[in-house]
């Protein structure tokens, strides 16, 4: 029976109880394709997604990078061709666009065949020297035992016959709560209402509405927008990562009011230098936007609507609750959380989602371990090759990496499995995890590729320490040492501040030690909380980047702890790092926290002669104006930065070692002018 007959009633009955069927289909890549391709031709799908080689020509090719175009987006087919290698994250993030009643067709080898093959598709994770056409990683593995146990029907084929391997019973379907049009849930004609609600009531009150994938978010903000439009509001705009993230919203406005113009897509950056007056701003997907970005439209627009995905195959959506959220309790505390949980593009059960919220770890778990302190507790250390026998502790070690992250995606799960530089270390107690950590084995390079490092010539993948001492700090001879990076540190939320990371960062510096590594480092968006938290388990700072990372709005901090190798390099390194930043502090992000900046600058000072002293006491009189004394000035502070309230220390560093104009400091530290800032100057030198 071809492909095509098999799967048309299966696809009509899929129609019928509102979900989408997804297939896996395996046999030898040709005769496979052919079958694929005649389906297609039978089928006629109006909009097919195709991933991987061998795209039609009246497909829609989805390439890796590019998840967050495919949010808001919507096709009738999905097809993945995982013959020469797949891309985890575009899988999980594209499943999201099909409809009801849609294929998902998964394209493989045999098992034996698939699970022997390399995968370049996750090349990207691989460290130097592997050779992603060559390295077999576990990912692989896993993620065919996974399917295997889910929903999903599984077909073989074989000269040109169709076996079955595995059956898939759809689910029934339930017929949702009435809810009369134009709306598609209750939940979303609730949250209809939250949005206009943004708009009539107190200003500074930002709604966040937050949805996994095909809950309706998107329209809502679109069916939201033709209400306010027909109540007279005129002013409203939308903005996103990109245009076409937009586009579901701004069709379904058209739809209500197709002859009136009133929502307008703008461009951030355009939102950001023109600031136009509006009503309303709905930020559409607004995980995909960088945090600072987000906090500026916070601060910039009295009525705003966020509205985003949160899920882990979204990337950068646990940035949007670990940071933003955060800023608005900070700043706008009378902000709103709406969270729609009914699915409108499919139902409740349907056999995709929960086949990819199962295959790929997106499932939280529901109970929180408990920790006694007065009881012992046990480090464990995994490697790539440990977890096919460990799938509990994977998923348990996943899911606490991803609430405590704010960039987890599906690549970091795969990054485990496939990458044999990476190793956990774990604290459990009583089978519960309660800390974990997630290590990079770097360095061990050849001397003349650290050579060429130093030089600017070469650039290897997986060894960010490595090249960081080679490149940034002159130190190519490091880069030849073992060296090991703590990418991320978390422990359970509801186990914080009661020891447990410091525990297991002192247990595994201990553990490593043993194993023969030279350094310790990690590198982290520098706040004064981890700089202290660091600092407290003998770590060294020896790099501050000059740019402030998207997600984590803060610069990123490059610390050390020597375990076999010399202390006095590190002292040297962050002796030589404290004194370049002091120097050109100017070409470091300009919000710099002087919290962060005190424990790590190293200014020159020399001992104040009386008659300086004395111009410094005209000074705080109002007797000499700052031109006169900013040389006496500068050499004060350099001596005397560590004493000086900290409101005045960001004031005067502001000014003094940043070189920032008195507009920039007035707005910064939201003080009225010079004389206001000279003032705060002068209150920081009497104190």
Not at 49 to 55: I, V
Not at 341 to 370: C, G, K, M, N, W
Request: glycine share 6%.
């Amino acid at each position: 029976m071809p492909l095509a007959d098999y799967l048309q009633p299966l696809l009509t009955q899929a129609a019928t109880r509102h979900c989408r069927l997804p297939v896996l289909l395996q046999g030898d890549a040709g005769p496979l394709l052919q079958q694929v391709l005649a389906l297609v031709a039978q089928l006629q799908p109006e909009k097919l997604y195709w991933l991987g080689d061998h795209a039609p020509v009246n497909s829609t090719a989805l390439q890796a990078g590019h998840n967050y175009q495919l949010l808001g987006s919507e096709c009738d087919m999905l097809i993945i061709n995982a013959f020469n290698g797949f891309n985890a994250d575009l899988i999980a993030a594209s499943a999201g666009c099909l409809k009801a009643g849609g294929l998902w067709l998964l394209l493989a080898p045999p098992d034996t065949q698939w699970c022997q093959q390399p995968n370049p598709g996750h090349s990207a994770l691989l460290p130097y020297p592997l050779n992603p056409q060559h390295y077999q990683g576990q990912f692989t593995r896993f993620w065919l035992a996974q399917l295997a146990n889910g929903p999903l029907l599984n077909l073989i084929l074989h000269d040109n016959k169709l076996d079955t391997r595995r059956q898939l019973t759809l689910p029934d379907y339930i017929a949702p709560s009435a809810v009369a049009a134009p709306y598609a849930s209750n939940g979303q004609q609730h949250a209809v209402a939250a949005i206009v609600k943004v708009v009539s009531g107190h200003r500074k009150r930002p709604l966040v509405l937050v949805a996994d994938r095909g809950r309706g978010k998107s329209a809502a903000l679109g069916l939201a927008a033709a209400l306010l439009v027909k109540q007279g509001k005129k002013r409203l705009a939308i903005t996103a990562a990109s245009p076409h993230a937009a586009n579901t919203a701004i069709n379904h406005y058209q739809q209500q009011v197709s002859d009136t113009p009133g929502l307008y897509f703008i461009p951030v950056d355009q939102l950001l230098s023109e600031k136009p007056d509006l009503d309303l701003l709905l930020v559409d997907e607004a995980a995909a936007l960088p945090t600072t970005v987000l906090k500026q439209l916070a601060d910039n627009y009295s009525r705003v609507v966020f509205a985003t995905t949160e899920h882990g195959y979204e990337g950068t959506g646990r940035g949007f609750q670990l940071r933003f959220q955060h800023y608005l309790e900070q700043t706008q505390p009378g902000w709103k959380r709406l969270q729609l949980t009914e699915p409108v593009r499919y139902q409740q059960h349907d056999p995709l989602e929960q086949l990819i919220f199962q295959s790929f770890l997106l499932r939280q778990p529901l109970i929180a371990p408990r920790y006694q302190p007065d009881e012992p507790v046990q480090l464990r250390q995994f490697q790539a090759e440990d977890w096919l026998a460990a799938p509990v502790q994977l998923a348990a070690v996943f899911h606490l990496l991803s609430q405590a992250h704010y960039q987890t995606q599906i690549k970091d799960l795969a990054a485990l499995l496939d990458n044999p530089k990476l190793s956990v270390f774990a604290i459990y107690q009583h089978e519960q995890l309660l800390a974990c950590a997630l290590l990079s084995h770097e360095g061990e390079l050849e001397p003349e590729l650290c050579q060429q490092i130093y030089q600017g010539k070469r650039r290897v993948q997986g060894h960010l320490l490595a090249q960081s001492l080679a490149f940034h700090l002159a130190q190519p001879h490091l880069a030849t040492e073992r060296l090991v990076r703590v990418m991320r540190i978390t422990v359970e939320q509801s186990l914080q501040r009661q020891g447990l990371g410091s525990l297991l960062l002192a247990e595994l510096a201990s553990s490593l030690k043993h194993q023969g590594v030279n350094w310790l480092g990690t590198s982290y968006g520098v706040s004064p909380t981890l700089l202290a938290f660091w600092q407290q388990a003998h770590y060294i700072p020896i790099r501050l980047s000059h740019f402030a990372d998207n997600a984590s709005s803060e610069p990123s901090l490059l610390m050390i702890q020597p375990l076999l190798a010399n202390k006095d390099i590190a002292e040297m390194l962050s002796d030589a790092f404290g004194e370049q930043l002091y120097h050109c502090l100017p070409e470091y992000p300009a919000t710099l926290d002087f919290k962060v900046l005190r424990k790590l600058i190293k200014p020159a000072g020399r001992a104040m002669s009386e008659t300086e002293m004395t111009q410094l006491q005209l000074f705080t009189a109002g007797q000499r104006p700052y031109e006169l004394v900013a040389g006496v000035l500068l050499n004060w502070f350099n001596l005397n930065f560590q004493r000086t309230d900290v409101a005045s220390a960001s004031v005067l560093a502001a000014r003094l070692w940043q070189k920032q104009s008195w507009q920039q400091i007035s707005q910064r530290f939201n003080l009225a002018g010079k004389a206001a800032c000279i003032n705060v100057m002068r209150q920081g030198i009497c104190d």
